[in-house]
């Protein structure tokens, strides 16, 4: 299995910061790594698919970059609604697997 | 816009066997992978399986010998079925569409149902 490791586990930012989300794959996966949003209670949702591409309707404060083994996600201007945990997928060979999760929380 | 509704019981015994069912509405589901995935409560998520709509299913190793996930074309559903659970089952389950095999990353996702599994 390909393992996920997404770094930091949790962070702290104010609103207007720029933030950046680590995913490291165990072996290479080309660009196919998908990125989700989950708030509290609710279902993943899309943000990003193919490492960089902006799924539909997503804001373009959010992109993605990467390839092979190491990935990001990076906000522009971090504002209250983007509070949240965020998750890396592969999908470049099954079982499909995903990283730990990031939390990222009001400083 | 396609959305996904899982529905199936919120408790279920020790060794017996849990089954859920996702409804695909505002699309056909002859077409695309077909996912389920869960999450324990306060954990992060793990991939289940998946059902192409020509019937082909592939499962993680990890629950492989206890899943089973068929589709009910007829009625628009795919349906998950683990056998012998035990509370290391609780979470919360979605089922998700994939777009491809090559591609089978999930959007969108349904709501999400939680199983309990408890005596």
Not at chain 1, 72 to 80: F, G, M, V
Not at chain 2, 23 to 37: A, C, E, K, Q
Not at chain 2, 52 to 65: A, E, I, K, R, V
């Amino acid at each position: 299995d390909i393992q996920m490791t997404q770094s930091p586990s949790s962070l702290s930012a104010s609103v207007g910061d720029r933030v950046t989300i680590t995913c490291r794959a165990s072996q290479g996966i080309s660009n196919y790594l998908a990125w989700f949003q989950q708030k509290p209670g609710k279902a993943p949702k899309s943000l990003i698919y193919a490492a960089s591409s902006l799924q539909s309707g997503v804001p373009l404060k959010f992109s993605g970059s990467g390839s092979g083994t190491d990935f990001t996600l990076t906000i522009s201007s971090l504002q209250p609604e983007d509070f949240a945990t965020y998750y890396c997928q592969q999908y470049n060979s099954y079982p499909l697997t995903f990283g730990g999760g990031t939390k990222v929380e009001i400083k | 816009q396609v959305q996904l509704q899982e529905s199936g019981p919120g408790l279920v015994k020790p060794s017996e066997t849990l089954s859920l069912t996702c409804t695909v509405s505002g699309g056909s589901i002859s077409s695309y992978y077909w996912n389920w995935i869960r999450q324990p409560p306060g954990k992060g998520l793990e991939w289940i399986g998946y059902i192409y709509y020509s019937g082909s299913t592939d499962y993680n190793p990890s629950l492989n010998s206890r899943v089973t996930i068929s589709l009910d074309t007829s009625k628009n559903q795919f349906s998950l079925r683990l056998t012998s659970v035990t509370a290391a089952d609780t979470a919360v389950y979605y089922c998700a569409r994939g777009h491809s095999y090559g591609a089978n990353w999930f959007d969108p996702w349904g709501q999400g149902t939680l199983v309990t599994v408890s005596s």
